[in-house]
């Protein structure tokens, strides 16, 4: 019969955490003695946490939002939502923090991972010492499992060859079903099992919410063949709502014509719900526009039609997502394991204006020039279709944080102020209730270990652990007025600070043109003053008027910069420059030249040899089994960006395909033979003239003998977006080559293979 846990039992455990991780910080010492291993048996209630991605907090509907989300509605009635709880600004930033019970920097991944630079807050080497929370539950008798997104990881590592200490199975997960990046395409991810790349499912429709979705039933009902009452610890962190913006037809079909009111409308709706249901003060204004953001009814017709679409499309991704989550809790409820499970959803920062003014028929557009609405009509009528890699204009953005200012990538409230939901039928006896304390990213982890009665762990793979620096929320569960995350909170993400004390926030206003990447300024912008309490929208700036509690606060903000390894503060493009330097010296290191033995997979594109930039002279030994096969030398990208060197029905072809998804291809007339041969590319490459197309020279070899030569001119990108990964013998996710299968295995043995990009034009240039 399972244990009930009372709301006293559950405040004294997370009083009693609380006070050990702040004692063990004054000490500056793990606790002493090791906990007993707590038996399974115990029944203590699973944990279920659903991480969703760049979701505002006027984006979901039990937090006044327009897009129709009932299943985070449902846990929102079986519980509690939080209105003031606050993220870091930033995806990898952001997961660090949530799973480890640490401040982001602290565990070295103040920004995003794949702008690692080489210092302790930010290089996205996670301590050993700064265990998961789920290798805490782990040893706790929990069985746990990741789904999804996996981006907190440093570059090397993305690859088949290791090491994995910072895969989801090296930081307390029994198993992994998800991606290695940012975001995926939802159509054609690119999929991970445990450590292992493997293809989608082959089914009609697939979508990877839906898959995210069967793959956790499965994981959830697998615990039978063992011990079916062992508990679960579920990381459902699904690539919804982060673009690409993707959902079935059907399900766009459902919002037609509900956003033509525009941004400007919908923000005001949304206030006015937001007011009703108490999750903002009366008399709550709206944050003023970006300078540079449009009013809705300045905007030509064909604009609105186009931004309408863009929205319909990010409602239907979510709404399906939320579907697909519905699934999960109705298994839990039919396997009658519902009521002792603690439900946790929530997002990673807020609403993304990455999209910039106009939106991104292809997210990976984002480094080149500005994308027009002219340049986006053109795939308004498949916008989250398979083919398109969308993200929407950024007025959806502002109106998806109503009523506060700015958005991801920024350290005002629209970039850290999220939804939390929490609910836990057998142990919160609140039912559809508001919680206003302000709680912090870093009080997930903490939160979950004491409501599940498991102590941190005083070793995690034998190495001993610095506490945690979040603070449980158990006492928020039972009374509105209990104490949340006290004392001053720091935030800060490439220049945009901040410090949140007793309701009010310092803040400043340094990069908040997120979909620009070459920023680069100073540190000197004043610190605002804002009021939250009275005002989160953050209108009025009371600096000039509070003078003495803004050096206050700014002081106990550079206090806590030293503490969690915040300085040095930089620039996001110092990042570039820093990767740039990198790939310099591994390219002089390997004088020029790449050698794989055999088959090789996922190799991220900063450790990846650079066939996006330079021209190459290729090498490789082939052993086919039969004729006639279509499958990859080598990849890299996919169908809307990405560079590939195949076997078309046997014939040796080189494909190139920019972001808009158009292809070039260079191929032999006669397929190979059966049987022992070499095969080599010659690519060279010319310079680019004023449109971006570069000229090419391009010549196929078998047995030394050409088989294909061609000149033409392509604009081939510099970048083919966050996901995409170089392959061997095999093209993961959306295939470079039309009608390929992802996964399809070589038809025989690759070996030999060699890349030299020394005298055959191109800079080399890598971006991140």
């Given amino acids: 019969m399972a244990v009930r846990c009372t709301i006293a039992a559950i405040v004294l455990a997370g009083t009693m955490l609380s006070s050990g991780v702040a004692s063990a910080q004054q000490q500056g010492a793990a606790p002493a003695a090791a906990p007993a291993r707590v038996p399974a048996r115990e029944q203590r209630p699973n944990v279920l946490v659903w991480l969703m991605d760049d979701v505002g907090f006027a984006q ?81 008798g929990y069985v746990t499992y990741a ?13 088949t060859a290791g090491p994995f200490n910072y895969w989801a199975t090296g930081q307390g997960f029994d198993r992994f079903y998800g991606f290695l990046s940012a975001d995926t395409d939802n159509w054609e991810p690119q999929l991970v099992r445990d450590v292992t790349p493997i293809g989608r499912q082959q089914v009609p429709g697939y979508h990877l919410s839906a898959d995210m979705a069967d793959q956790a039933i499965a994981m959830i009902r697998s615990r039978g063949a063992a011990d079916p009452q062992r508990p679960f610890f579920m990381y ?172 991801k990538q920024t350290t005002h409230e629209g970039g850290t102020r999220v939804p939390l939901v929490i609910a836990w039928p057998q142990g919160i006896a609140a039912r559809g209730e508001l919680r206003n304390q302000f709680a912090h990213v870093s009080d997930i982890a903490p939160t979950l270990l004491a409501a599940a009665g ?102 106990e903000f550079n206090a806590q910069a030293q503490r969690y390894n915040v300085y040095p503060i930089h620039n996001l493009s110092d990042t570039a420059a820093e990767s740039a330097r990198r790939a310099a010296d591994d390219f002089a290191r390997r004088g020029g030249k790449w050698h794989y033995a055999g088959p090789t997979s996922n190799l991220a594109s900063m450790i990846a040899p650079p066939v996006n930039t330079r021209g190459f002279a290729m090498t490789a030994k082939l052993d086919l089994a039969a004729a006639g096969a279509t499958a990859p030398i080598f990849s890299m990208g996919g169908r809307m960006g990405g560079i590939g060197f195949y076997l078309s029905d046997g014939r040796p072809t080189l494909v190139m395909n920019d972001l808009g998804g158009r292809s070039v291809t260079v191929a032999a007339t006669e397929a190979l033979a059966p049987g022992a041969q070499d095969i080599a590319l010659d690519l ?85």
């Avoid at 789904?147 to 690859?159: E, F, Q, T």
């Avoid at 039972?478 to 310092?506: C, F, M, R, T």
């Avoid at 392509?714 to 009608?739: K, M, Q, R």
Wanted: proline share 7%.
């Fill in 236 to 407: 459902w962190a699904t690539g919804a709502a982060h673009a690409p913006h993707h959902a079935p037809a059907d399900w766009i079909a459902r919002y037609k014509g509900k956003f033509d009111q525009g941004w400007d409308s919908m923000r005001e709706t949304i206030l006015r719900e937001q007011i009703r249901k108490g999750l903002m003060p009366k008399g709550t204004r709206l944050a003023q526009l970006p300078d540079t953001m449009p009013r809705w009814d300045s905007l030509s017709a064909d604009d609105k039609q186009l931004y309408a679409r863009q929205m319909e499309v990010f409602a239907a991704s979510l709404s399906y997502a939320d579907a697909q989550f519905g699934r999960v809790l109705d298994a839990l409820e039919a396997s009658g394991e519902l009521a002792n499970t603690i439900v946790v959803i929530t997002s990673d920062n807020g609403a993304s204006a990455e999209g910039g003014p106009s939106g991104l028929y292809n997210e990976a557009a984002v480094t080149g020039r500005s994308l027009t609405a002219a340049d986006n009509r053109a795939f308004i009528d498949r916008w989250g279709a398979p083919g398109t890699y969308p993200h929407y204009a950024y007025g959806w953005a502002v109106a998806g944080n109503t009523p506060f200012r700015y958005y």
């Fill in 454 to 555: 498991v102590p941190l762990a005083p070793t995690v793979n034998d190495v001993p652990q610095i506490p945690m620096e979040g603070q449980s929320l158990t006492a928020t569960f039972a009374s509105p007025e209990a104490p949340g995350h006290g004392g001053p909170q720091y935030v800060e993400l490439y220049g945009n600070k901040g410090l949140w004390q007793d309701g009010w926030q310092i803040v400043t206003s340094h990069r908040y043109r997120t979909w620009d990447w070459q920023t680069a300024k100073t540190f000197d912008e004043p610190w605002e003053l804002y009021d939250l309490s009275r005002n989160p929208g953050q209108t009025t700036n009371l600096a000039a008027k509070y003078p003495e509690r803004v050096s206050a606060m700014a002081a």
């Fill in 684 to 768: 060279r490459r010319g310079q680019p003239d004023a449109s971006g197309a570069t000229p090419f020279e391009i010549t196929i070899r078998s047995h030394g003998q050409a088989v294909a030569q061609e000149k033409l001119s392509f604009a081939l990108p510099a970048y083919f977006g966050i996901p995409e990964t170089f392959d061997l013998a095999a093209d993961w996710g959306s295939p470079v080559l039309a009608g390929y299968r992802s996964g399809t295995p070589f038809p025989g043995k690759l070996s030999d293979v060699n890349f030299d990009f020394n005298g055959w034009g191109g800079d080399g240039l890598r971006i991140h």
């Fill in 147 to 159: 789904l999804g997104k996996w981006d907190h990881l440093p570059n090397a590592d993305v690859s």
């Fill in 60 to 140: 979901v509907s039990s937090y006044g939002g327009l897009v129709q989300t009932p299943n985070i509605d449902r846990v929102a009635a079986m519980g509690l939502r939080y209105s003031n709880y606050h993220t870091a600004p930033i995806c990898s930033a952001s997961r660090a923090a949530l799973l480890t019970g640490r401040m982001p920097h602290s565990v070295h991944i103040g920004g995003h991972a794949t702008a690692a630079r080489d210092f302790p807050g930010y290089d996205a080497h996670i301590p050993a010492g700064a265990g998961t929370v789920a290798a805490n539950l782990h040893a706790g």
